[in-house]
């Protein structure tokens, strides 16, 4: 049973900064795909960024030089920094496992998830 917890969501102005973790029970973590995705208030699920088995990296036109993603393997832990934070990002954040390694924009290609952190940027 793979099991995933994000933490270090919370409340930020915009233009600051948040750093979330997942911590992932998975072995063996490294040969899995992580993602992050978003969902703010009734809208969908969106894709935000991801990393695949090898490092490579994809991330949501949105997000793109502003939030990094990246993983350590040893601690078994994926990241998402966030930076230059805007009220649109707010949204609850889900870590996500693919058991294929790969680096995939679609939901369904994620066998595991957690159960999410509030991101919240005001004004």
């Known amino acids: 049973q793979v099991q995933l917890e994000e933490s270090g969501g919370g409340l930020v102005q915009a233009g600051g900064s948040l750093r979330l973790s997942c911590a992932a029970s998975a072995r063996p973590f490294k040969d899995y795909g992580a993602g992050w995705f978003r969902q703010s208030p009734g809208l969908e699920r969106e894709f935000v960024a991801a990393i695949d088995w090898s490092g490579d990296t994809k991330y949501a036109v949105s997000v793109e030089g502003r939030f990094t993603i990246s993983r350590d393997n040893a601690k078994k832990m994926v990241f998402l920094q966030m930076n230059n934070l805007k009220p649109e990002d707010t949204g609850v954040y889900y870590c996500?496992?693919?058991?294929?390694?790969?680096?995939?924009?679609?939901?369904?290609?994620?066998?595991?998830w957690g159960q999410g952190t509030q991101v919240t940027v005001s004004s």
């Open positions: 996500a496992l693919d058991p294929a390694g790969s680096r995939a924009r679609l939901s369904n290609r994620y066998s595991y």
